[in-house]
């Protein structure tokens, strides 16, 4: 076995002190197991127990990463489940709005066109009403001419 700064993996790779800590240091585990069980680890019973001890501590982060996974496959479940709640709700209340607001604009557009037909009906009436003023004056103007003629000759007379 050697010994120096950087730890072996399984395959005999060296690794930094910062992969040890991500993966675990593997030959502090061998020499853990080796001194618990007094085996040799040069012994296939060694090596053997040194394999289960790392098995198993593999399975175990396995079925940690595992339930990690399950628990933000729900989380995320959950979030698009929030997420089309809210969606729905923003829809059915910009839905809601705006029938609102055309609803609204059908009631203005409606008393417009009232007003708009009430003042051509005045405008309508005002014409009428001028044209019989001004048939009026040019009735009076010629009263006046006449009144002014009549005048004129009783002065001759």
């Known amino acids: 076995i050697q010994k120096n700064m950087n730890s072996q993996s399984k395959f005999g790779k060296s690794m930094r002190p910062e992969e040890e800590l991500e993966y675990g240091n593997t030959q502090k585990g061998f020499n853990n197991t080796q001194s618990q069980f007094g085996t040799?680890?040069?012994s296939l019973k060694g090596k053997l127990m040194s394999l289960e001890?790392?098995?198993k501590g593999i399975a175990e982060e396995m079925n940690f990463h595992k339930k990690e996974v399950q628990i933000l496959k729900s989380e995320k479940d959950t979030l698009q489940s929030v997420l089309s709640m809210k969606t729905q709700d923003v829809k059915k209340t910009l839905t809601n709005e705006l029938m609102r607001i055309e609803e609204e604009?059908?009631?203005h557009?409606?008393?417009q066109k009232a007003e708009n037909a009430r003042l051509q009906q005045?405008?309508?009436s005002l014409k009428g009403e001028k044209t019989a003023l001004q048939q009026q004056l040019l009735g009076l103007q010629r009263r006046i001419t006449e009144l002014e003629l009549q005048v004129g000759n009783e002065e001759n007379n």
Request: hydrophobic letters at 45%.
């Open 109 to 111: 557009f409606a008393h």
């Open 53 to 55: 001890e790392m098995i």
């Open 40 to 42: 040799n680890p040069a």
């Open 122 to 124: 005045q405008i309508t």
């Open 105 to 107: 604009m059908k009631r």
